[in-house]
């Protein structure tokens, strides 16, 4: 039994909670497949959907970045703003 539901919300999710304050996750389909008890193979699909979308962007083999991440002077409400965009 999974111990999280991996769809794309939960994963940008999880790599927004876990990226540091510059926005890079160091992070890959292992990590995810743990994380949340599935494939590589389907952590890889939502990663790549994730791309897709516009909202990380792979940086290397094993790190990738929050593209939609706000700026230090914006207000902490618009911290998830991108939710809005789908």
């Known amino acids: 039994m999974r111990k999280k539901y991996l769809n794309e919300e939960s994963l940008f999710a999880y790599i927004w909670k876990n990226a ?3 926005g890079l996750w160091d992070g890959d ?3 995810l497949s743990a994380a949340f ?4 193979g389907e952590a890889d699909d939502i990663l ?3 791309c897709d979308r516009g909202l990380i962007q792979r940086v290397g083999n094993a790190t ?19 939710w ?3």
């Open 37 to 40: 008890e599935v494939t590589e």
């Open 64 to 82: 990738y970045i929050i593209t939609r991440w706000p700026e230090r002077d914006e207000p902490p409400e618009k911290d998830l703003e991108w």
């Open 84 to 86: 809005e965009m789908k």
């Open 20 to 22: 540091d304050p510059d």
């Open 29 to 31: 389909t292992t990590t």
């Open 48 to 50: 790549g959907k994730l």
